[in-house]
T-cell receptor, first 112, second 115 residues
């Protein structure tokens, strides 16, 4: 049982480049989330998807877009990467009616 | 607005000593409370959670936490720390909203363990 899988694990981008972070869960969870983690700031919610077919902005959505491709997959796209988006990105999921979140291993992104 | 405060950014303890990590929250109703641990280069692992009932909850790896409504606190404790407990610890408050879980995290406390 893989849980939440994120790809890639590491990525270096040049300013202005685009990329998509992939996330998939195999727990049949309804809700999925993208967080970014920065030193001294904990985890901040970028976007979430309460259920398949819906997405909403979180605390820090600027510069990002998301797609809930199906129930399993939730991708995060950076259209034009900026150095301020250097961070560790975590995908998470929760089951319907529960509050326990399961996290992926993270993607360490550096924008130069 | 919901918020979580972890007053201690860094804590250093000796192996075998007791540990208490502080967490204070702000939430309008009875919160769902969590402690997560993150080892270097890893994702977040759930240590324990409080939903309702007994205010002292037991978690994995010998950790426990006590919910104190009057103090809006959910402090994490361990009676005897092991070197492998060195990690970053995050307190979070959650709420079910429209069927999904909104989690708000504290800034984290980094724990160092001296031999």
């Amino acid at each position: 049982n893989a849980g939440v899988t994120q790809t890639p694990k590491f990525q270096v981008l040049k300013t202005g480049q685009s990329m998509t972070l992939q996330c998939a869960q195999d727990m049949n969870h309804n809700s999925m989330y993208w967080y970014r983690q920065d030193p001294g700031m904990g985890l901040r919610l970028i976007y979430y998807s309460a259920s398949e077919g819906t997405t909403d902005k979180g605390e820090v959505p600027n510069g990002y877009n998301v797609s809930r491709l199906n129930k399993r997959e939730f991708s995060l796209r950076l259209e034009s990467a900026a150095p301020s988006q250097t961070s560790v990105y975590f995908c998470a999921s929760t089951g319907r009616g529960t509050t326990e979140a399961f996290f992926g291993q993270g993607t360490r992104l550096t924008v130069v | 607005a919901q918020s979580v405060t972890q007053p201690d950014i860094h804590i250093t303890v000796s192996e075998g000593a007791s540990l208490e990590l502080r967490c204070n929250y702000s939430y309008g109703a009875t919160p769902y409370l969590f402690w997560y641990v993150q080892s270097p280069g890893q994702g977040l692992q759930l240590l324990l959670k409080y939903f309702s009932g007994d205010t002292l909850v037991q978690g994995i790896k010998g950790f426990e936490a006590e919910f104190k409504r009057s103090q809006s606190s959910f402090n994490l404790r361990k009676p005897s720390v092991h070197w492998s407990d060195a990690a970053e610890y995050f307190c979070a408050v959650g709420a079910l909203s429209g069927g999904y879980n909104k989690l708000i995290f504290g800034a984290g406390t980094r724990l160092a363990v001296h031999p």
